[in-house]
């Protein structure tokens, strides 16, 4: 599979689970719902970081959803959009999508020192529907400067590696 056909084929199943509600447009409802089944399963309901996670998707949406000129984005715009905005640009996937995982990082960071463990990553790939036996591959591969643990801009750099093909480290369920 080509790395274009990889972006497409991410793409697309990104819409496919942000459609929460499965009827064929991403409304800013439906990433509130993935928003709050995210923050259900990490135990975050009703938390300053629980809400901050919130906001940062709802953030992501109302960016994607201002640059595609509607509220109710259908496949192809979104498409279009998140292809431009998202994956069309290093610059551009850290500026939508970056506060989106800062704020998943802080959730996840039960310890507070800024980095993510081995365990606390854990939580986040059961809550996203990896396997237990995945985990600690994923880990590892995510590690790419060998510390134990995850920084900010490893996790950047893995979801937007993973978007554009580089990568298929499966960090957002399926």
Request: net charge negative.
């Amino acid at each position: 599979m080509t790395t274009a056909t990889k972006t497409t084929s991410r793409l697309e199943e990104r819409f496919r689970l942000w459609d929460v509600d499965g009827n064929g447009v991403i409304e800013r409802s439906d990433l509130a719902a993935e928003a709050d089944g995210i923050i259900s399963r990490l135990g975050a309901e009703g938390t300053p970081r629980g809400d901050a996670l919130k906001a940062a998707y709802l953030g992501m949406f109302d960016r994607l959803a201002a640059a595609a000129g509607t509220d109710r984005m259908d496949r192809d715009q979104f498409m279009e959009v998140a292809g431009r905005e998202m994956v069309g640009s290093e610059d551009g996937f850290a500026e939508v999508a970056r506060p989106t995982l800062q704020a998943t990082m802080d959730v996840l960071d039960t310890d507070g020192d800024g980095e993510i463990s081995r365990s606390e990553m854990r939580r986040w790939l059961d809550a996203v529907g990896v396997s237990a036996r995945d985990s600690d591959r994923v880990f590892d591969e995510l590690d790419t400067d060998g510390s134990g643990t995850l920084s900010a801009s490893e996790l950047v750099d893995a979801v937007r590696d993973y978007h554009l093909g580089r990568n298929d480290i499966p960090l957002l369920g399926g």
